[in-house]
């Protein structure tokens, strides 16, 4: 059996994980090229192919598979650098992008402003069609109109067209029309239709929706095809697959087409990292915290599982495709330290990046980073900076931030380095109630995982301040994404809008509806390159009360007829489910049925880590030294350092400790112990709490 190969990129680092036929996982990283991220992907696979002894081309044509996390998309419409996109919809609902739900996320805000739509007024442009309720055509579609928009697009130099006509999720007839016609008038132009991108009701979400995968589809279509064809010609004979919001993998063609499936595709290959990881140990609740150069995830797993999300939203954009529910905030090694007109002390979301960096990396950044200050505290090796393959300037460092923080503040070095320690973890861990507290989770029961490079310098801090005793810093923590994105399943979400009640459903109706749309759902997941055996369909339906605004996603029976005997089971898991989330239930109140939904997935292989077996506890034999340590508890202190390579299961080691490998370091605060598991994990559990 050949190796799989996993490549994940960052805003400062791009992570490479490669797991050969017997199971051995190696890491490697590489420094981001955020003009050009295949170029970093380059890097880090050649660098890959010559610690194998392989040329590239023996490397890309051994492997089983390469799974590749991207951000392209993300960027795009983060930065707003996307394709000049035109709409066309059914005439006169050209402003129902932004009106949005007319209402403010943050009604306090009296001067917040909606963000500026992804297509201006002018290339919003009507049709005369319509649809009803039901579907049945009550206004046939003027097609020379259609045409004549089409001359508009042409002469403002539009590259993508999004078409959202009204309940085309009923009958999508018109919308197919208009795609045939534009791709006859415009047939280099990237399409994008609602009824294939989100047919399902509430015409805001599946417009936003339907814009931001025309918004962010050119970009990601040259991205991955060149990519693609690029693998291909150096070697790679199996299949290229992209992660995807919901966690999973599919194809890079698949991907094109489902662009705004991928915003969220290097965090949420770590979640389902994550929901293997929990299997793996044992551990069905975790809150999975991944800390890189520029940001800092954070998902909860519960029960083994993770929380799909159809109520994303990107840089205020709605994308109402099923996402992993992952917080994200502009917290990471990167993130810059400032102060704000009040004097105070701040840090993020602004990042260094990996261009200029931060100021260690002597790479022109000039602003302090949190990376900076873990450097100054001691935490971090200057000579053992990426295992001594990168060169840092510590005396640079330390004069700019003496500049930057510690004078305008008044603070002495040690002062502002940790200010900035402090806060940056003040931000982790609310981020962390977020997922936990907010959602009607206690984080004292949760075991905290730490990824990410930089994660675990903060881990135990970020515990203490959410209450949980135990942090866990996987194997191959830092690169935790990249080998997430290989434990991952090939995964298709569909949709279809279905209005009914309990009671009341018409239960022949309603397994019609599932039969077609698993027979949909079944035929693009076998497209995908899954034999029919490695398959399987998962059912959910969004319920809410009768008279609410928002529904709640439950999972359903599968591979059964729906009857009578289903529906109190149902009822029940909705109930259970709004109770959990809003702290009420009532269980006498009708429910409304708006959606369907059925995931098809498609199990690949996983690498089946065994246990190690367990050595002494002494942990001795794997000190390498020791160095001066700033801990606030203690002020500076001498610090034992280990080698993470060197320590074997059941080891243990009592803090404050610096575990010291060649892509991250475990900082074991005073108030911790560590020890290593099973399957090499460092534990880290609070004093008295073993």
């Not at 990107?314 to 009040?342: C, F, L, N, Q």
């Amino acid at each position: 059996m050949g190796h799989k190969i996993g490549v994940d990129i960052g805003g400062t680092f791009t992570d490479c994980v490669v797991i050969d036929g017997s199971g051995e996982i190696y890491t490697f990283k590489e420094l981001s090229t955020p003009e050009d991220q295949s170029i970093g992907l380059y890097h880090v696979i050649e660098k890959a192919a010559a610690f194998f002894g392989n040329s590239l081309e023996e490397f890309l044509g051994g492997a089983e598979i390469f799974a590749h996390g991207t951000t392209v998309a993300t960027n795009t419409l983060l930065t707003l650098t996307g394709a000049k996109t035109g709409l066309i919809l059914t005439r006169g609902f050209r402003d129902t992008i932004e009106m949005r739900r007319a209402h403010k996320e943050n009604i306090w805000d009296l001067f917040l402003m909606n963000p500026a739509p992804l297509v201006p007024r002018y290339l919003r442009l009507g049709v005369t069609e319509r649809l009803n309720y039901k579907g049945d055509v009550i206004t046939p579609l003027a097609q020379k109109e259609v045409e004549e928009i089409c001359d508009t697009f042409i002469k403002e130099k539009v590259t993508a067209v999004a078409i959202c006509t009204l309940f085309s999720f009923l009958n999508d007839a018109h919308e197919k029309k208009i795609e045939e016609i534009v791709r006859q008038k415009m047939p280099d132009v990237f399409i994008s239709r609602s009824s294939e991108v989100l047919p399902q009701i509430r015409e805001y979400e599946r417009q936003s929706t339907t814009v931001a995968n025309a918004y962010v589809g050119p970009k990601l279509t040259v991205y991955l095809t060149n990519l693609e064809q690029k693998l291909k010609n150096d070697g790679l004979k199996k299949a290229f697959y992209v992660t995807a919001s919901n966690g999973g993998m599919m194809t890079a063609q698949t991907a094109i087409r489902h662009a705004s499936a991928t915003l969220l595709s290097g965090p949420a290959a770590g979640a389902a990292g994550a929901v293997f990881f929990a299997k793996l140990i044992g551990r069905p609740n975790l809150i999975l915290m991944d800390m890189g150069g520029t940001s800092f995830d954070v998902t909860l797993v519960s029960g083994g599982g993770v929380t799909l999300s159809t109520e994303g939203e990107i840089s205020r954009y709605r994308v109402a495709k099923p996402m992993i529910d992952i917080h994200t905030i502009g917290s990471g090694g990167g993130s810059v330290a400032w102060m704000d007109e009040g004097g105070m002390l701040r840090v993020g979301p602004e990042s260094a990046y990996s261009y200029p960096g931060p100021i260690c990396y002597d790479r022109g950044g000039i602003k302090t980073t949190v990376t900076d200050a873990n450097l100054l505290l001691g935490y971090l090796n200057k000579d053992f900076f990426l295992g001594g393959e990168m060169a840092v300037n510590y005396d640079k460092c330390r004069d700019l931030t003496e500049i930057n923080v510690a004078k305008p503040m008044h603070f002495s070095l040690e002062e502002a380095a940790i200010g900035v320690f402090q806060i940056v973890n003040q931000n982790m861990a609310d981020a962390t109630r977020v997922v936990s507290v907010q959602k009607g989770y206690d984080p004292r029961e949760y075991a905290l995982v730490s990824a990410g490079g930089a994660c675990s310098i903060h881990a135990c801090k970020i515990a203490e301040e959410v209450g949980s005793t135990t942090v866990i810093v996987p194997m191959a923590a830092s690169v935790f994404c990249a080998l997430g994105m290989l434990e991952s399943d090939i995964r298709l979400d569909h949709v279809r809008s279905f209005n009914s009640f309990i009671p009341g459903i018409d239960l022949n109706d309603f397994n019609e509806a599932i039969r077609k749309t698993e027979k949909t759902a079944m035929e693009e997941l076998l497209v995908e390159g899954i034999e029919k055996e490695r398959c399987y369909l998962m059912r959910y339906l969004d319920i809410r009360y009768l008279g609410q605004h928002h529904e709640v996603t439950v999972e359903i029976p599968p591979d059964c007829v729906i009857g009578d005997e289903h529906l109190g089971r149902i009822a029940q898991a909705f109930h259970a489910a709004h109770e959990r989330l809003y702290s009420y239930s009532t269980p006498d109140t009708p429910l409304e049925i708006i959606n369907l939904r059925v995931t098809a997935v498609g199990s690949v292989d996983k690498s089946g880590l065994d246990a190690l077996p367990a050595h002494s506890a002494g942990s001795s034999h794997a000190v390498k030294g020791s160095r001066k340590v700033y801990f606030e508890e203690l002020g500076w202190t001498d610090t034992t350092v280990y080698d993470r390579e060197k320590l074997k299961t059941g080891n243990t080691l009592a803090g404050p400790a610096v575990i010291e490998e060649r892509i991250t370091t475990v900082i074991v605060h005073p108030k911790w112990d560590a020890r290593i598991d099973e399957y090499g994990d460092c534990v880290l559990t609070m004093k008295n709490q073993h």
